[in-house]
Nanobody, 128 residues
């Protein structure tokens, strides 16, 4: 089991920045993918960013709408994944969820089904 706790959400004006944190505990060594999804009111949960692998060998992937604005980073000593969000837009408003998934021979890590563990979510609100 892996437990995930997000923090760092809040209210910010358009153009501002926030940094989300996701602290992982439990069997963190079993996580192959760790990333972020978001869900706006009335919409499905959507992929934002993910890191595949860990340590010094990994690959980051982002949804097109956040490329160049959002950046993943990780503090392995703290088992914490960060999402730095810059140049925020009102359309970034959503509940942001951290997710972790074990390795799977098939399936896309852009979908919620790939992930086995989820945090409780943190609200991000961007005002215009």
């Amino acid at each position: 089991q892996v437990q995930l706790v997000e923090s760092g959400g809040g209210l910010v004006q358009a153009g501002g920045s926030l940094r989300l944190s996701c602290a992982a505990s439990g069997r963190t060594s079993s996580s192959y993918a760790m990333g972020w999804f978001r869900q706006a009111p009335g919409k499905e949960r959507e992929f934002v960013a993910t890191r595949i692998g860990g340590g010094t060998t990994y690959a980051d992937s982002y949804v097109d709408s956040v490329k160049g604005r959002f950046t993943l980073s990780r503090d392995n000593a703290k088992n914490t994944l960060y999402l730095q969000m810059n140049s925020l837009k009102p359309e970034d408003t959503a509940v942001y969820y951290c997710a972790a998934g074990t390795f799977k021979a098939s399936g896309s890590y852009y979908t919620t089904r790939y992930y086995d563990y989820w945090g409780q979510g943190t609200q991000v609100t961007v005002s215009s």
